[in-house]
């Protein structure tokens, strides 16, 4: 079975500098990997997805995260946080497709200083 | 740009009453979905459903649940007899051919 772990619930950063949210995976078949956030009182919105393409993945609001398998790692960057990226951020994995269940990790609570 | 809607926002119930949970999946969606969220823990699969019927399920999805598309708009979840540990968020999510579940906002179900 494919599991998740995020390192570190709760992440704080200044405006303005590098946010970086760690993901390992566990999976016995090629990953689909997939980062969500959660604004408070919304949804899961997607942020970007690894779909066994390129390694490097580009999301929305100016996120990226890398997938490298030799790590089981798929960590979130941003070069330069902003007041409104303050949020859940959720790393979760599926295989096969990524219309299988997903699960996902226990999420990182990401703290932006002005 | 088009989303999963849930309905209601939050449902308060007696242990042991039933409770329906309602979802509006992406119009030209195929796959749906149910997670839940118990405060404070992972978001965990629930179950999947695909061509009127069920494709995947977990441990959690039990007799005491089940799923419905009653029509041609509506993904329904139902609890038959609730326990204080069904107290959760509940997230509805669907996909089209793509590999990428959307969600909703979740309805907040306490049992009391």
């Not at chain 1, 580009?58 to 409104?84: C, D, Q, R, V, Y």
């Not at chain 2, 195929?30 to 441990?59: A, C, D, M, P």
């Not at chain 2, 993904?75 to 969600?103: H, P, V």
């Amino acid at each position: 079975a494919q599991s998740v772990t995020q390192l570190g619930s709760h992440v704080s950063v200044s405006e303005g500098a590098l946010v970086l949210l760690r993901c390992n995976y566990s999976s016995s078949v090629p990953p689909y990997l997939f980062w969500y956030v959660q604004y408070p009182n919304q949804g899961l919105q997607l942020l970007l997805k690894y779909t066994s393409a390129a390694t490097l993945v580009k999301g929305i609001n100016g996120f990226e995260a890398e997938f490298k398998k030799s790590e089981t790692s798929f960590h979130l960057t941003k070069p330069s946080a902003h007041m409104s990226d303050a949020a859940e951020y959720f790393c979760a994995v599926s295989v096969g497709t990524g219309r299988r269940a997903l699960t996902f990790g226990s999420g990182t609570r990401l703290q932006v200083q002005p | 740009e088009p989303e999963v809607t849930q309905t209601p926002s939050h449902q308060v119930t007696q242990m042991g009453q039933e409770v329906i949970l309602r979802c509006v999946p992406i119009s030209n969606h195929l796959y749906f979905y149910w997670y839940r969220q118990i405060l404070g823990q992972k978001v965990e699969f629930l179950v999947s459903f695909y061509n009127n019927e069920i494709s995947e399920k977990s441990e959690i999805f039990d007799d005491q649940f089940s799923v419905e598309r009653p029509d041609g708009s509506n993904f329904t979840l139902k609890i038959r007899s609730t326990k204080l540990e069904d107290s959760a968020m509940y997230f509805c999510a669907s996909s089209d051919t793509t590999d990428t579940q959307y969600f909703g906002p979740g309805t907040r179900l306490t049992v009391l």
